[in-house]
């Protein structure tokens, strides 16, 4: 496999590959983060800790499929460590002590000014190398710990200010998508303190409702909640947040750590391109293991000496210009859609879609042949989203008349 | 080729390219509209597929395996162009054999 150097700096710390575990049921103990680490990872946030420890419910988890293709969305119901907090911090030295290369980023979660201080000194003390502020979990059985922490710039305000208290480590505040816009949250975070934002946090969900027994999945005893919301279907939402906090003027240069359905090496260069400099993973690893890394490596890897870009750096919020208002777009072009005919199976999807949801700017034929349209035609290119052969590309392209 | 289960006929219902005027149904000499059945099979309306299937058809339990040599319907699947026809009468088959029980869906009809 290709193995270019893929080294990062975050927040001060130099990392090996921008590539880390998300705080998640996959960073929950000594043993299971010394076996990522070994498969490659570059770093791992510890899963959550604090003076809670966590009951937690069985069974745990529900997921969105769609025609065969599972995990496109995943819900959790898990909380915070289950493991009391001297545990936690013990296997945190551990971790340290074994992989002195390695970056441990420390997450945790306070109830009160007074506990986020303690905390801070406790993993500043374990070894930690950074520590991530929690405020943002959606299924924690306590109104003052979770996701709404989060949508409160005073109580961030307030507890970043009472980490930054306890320790000389770099912090990171680890926002919740739950909200509206990303940027108040943010701006408090940074002017208390902080060193850095990671996003996004799960998103409230309920992902399916069993319509056998009339309450949402998982069944826990015939009930359920509303919990976070994972995996590859909040790609899109994760992006648009990294692009809010990363192109907002106030928070320009401040590191980002990107998460939100990463899955492969592609999604990983998206966040970097859109401004993230480290990149978390939680559902994927869970549903395919730590392996994972190793194609997010040599995939990542391939790009670099395929475009002859020395250092990851150079790719930082690289298309963060590309990204306007839509009222800044063009609207005086058409591009047609052109349908490659030697390559055309026939299936009539592209007539069916423009039917039904475009502008009948489709022809279809006896000897099933679709054909464009033009006067009809307003180039939104539905046909070409739909195409199960992918043969439907841009064509001509018209000025508007004016 | 093993039975399905109801999560492998869904995936394989789902290589369905859902064609207009779709070739497999023209192709069948007894009319029977395999393509509703497995648009109802994609969009989880699994009742509805088996009904489709016992009222189209006074064949409905064997004409899955007296077609077995011939299947016009699989020799017309458009699919095969990209890689391999939906395995209709397999699906047939699959959707012959469910039965119910409340919400429960049972594959193998017992």
């Not at chain 1, 998103?203 to 005893?221: E, Q, Y």
Request: charge should be negative.
């Amino acid at each position: 496999m290709e193995n270019k150097d893929l080294s990062i700096e975050f927040c001060g710390v130099e990392c090996e590959n921008p590539f880390f575990l998300a705080s998640a049921p996959i960073a929950n103990n000594y043993e299971m983060i010394a076996r990522a680490l070994d498969a490659g990872w570059g770093g791992v946030v510890f899963k959550t800790v604090g003076f809670f420890v966590a009951d937690e419910v069985s069974p745990r988890f529900d997921q969105i499929k769609k025609e065969g293709t599972p995990f496109l969305g995943f819900k959790n119901l898990e909380q915070t460590s289950e493991y009391a907090l001297e545990k936690n911090l013990s296997e945190m030295k551990k971790i340290k002590e074994d992989y002195p290369n390695k970056v441990l980023i420390a997450s945790i979660m306070g109830q009160s000014e007074t506990e986020w201080t303690e905390l801070a000194k406790l993993v500043t003390a374990a070894g930690a190398d950074i520590i991530e502020c929690n405020f943002s979990c959606p299924q924690m059985a306590d109104n003052k710990l979770g996701a709404d922490v989060g949508q409160n710039p005073e109580l961030v305000k307030s507890y970043i200010a009472a980490v930054v208290q306890g320790t000389d480590l770099p912090v990171l505040a680890k926002m919740t998508p739950n909200l509206g816009s990303m940027v108040p949250p943010a701006v408090a975070a940074m002017e208390a303190g902080a060193t850095g934002l990671a996003a996004i946090n799960t998103i409230k969900s309920i992902t399916s409702v069993d319509i056998g027994n009339l309450a949402p999945a998982p069944l826990i005893k015939g009930k359920s909640s509303v919990s976070g919301y994972s995996g590859k279907a909040i790609k899109p939402i994760a992006l648009r947040f990294i692009h809010e906090l990363a192109s907002y003027p106030k928070l320009e240069g401040v590191p980002i750590s990107g998460i939100g359905g990463i899955e492969s090496w592609r999604d990983a260069l998206e966040f970097i391109l859109l401004g993230a400099r480290n990149l978390q993973v939680g559902t994927a690893v869970m549903q395919y293991g730590y392996r994972i890394v190793e194609d997010m490596i040599s995939g990542l890897s391939h790009y670099l000496a395929e475009q002859e870009v020395d250092s990851l750096e150079e790719l930082v919020g690289a298309a963060l210009e590309n990204v306007v208002p839509a009222n800044q777009l063009d609207r005086d072009h058409i591009v047609y859609p052109q349908i490659e005919q030697e390559q055309c199976i026939g299936c009539g999807r592209c007539y069916i879609s423009c039917q039904d949801g475009g502008h009948q700017a489709i022809g279809w034929s006896k000897t099933r042949t679709p054909s464009i349209i033009e006067d009809k035609c307003v180039g939104c290119h539905l046909c070409a989203q739909v195409c199960p052969v992918g043969v439907i590309t841009e064509g001509k392209i018209k000025a508007k008349l004016a | 080729m093993k039975k399905l289960t109801l999560d492998l006929a869904k995936q394989e219902a789902s290589k369905c390219l859902l064609c207009y005027d779709a070739p497999c149904v023209q192709a069948c000499p007894a009319n029977l509209n395999v393509a509703d059945i497995i648009r109802s099979l994609r969009f989880d309306n699994l009742r509805g597929a088996k009904k489709e299937l016992i009222a189209d058809h006074f064949l409905e339990t064997t004409c899955a395996d007296l077609c077995e040599q011939k299947k016009y319907c699989k020799n017309a699947c458009l699919r095969a162009k990209l890689d391999d026809a939906v395995q209709i009468e397999e699906l047939h088959k699959f959707v012959l054999n469910l039965s119910f029980q409340g919400e429960k869906v049972l594959d193998n009809g017992k």
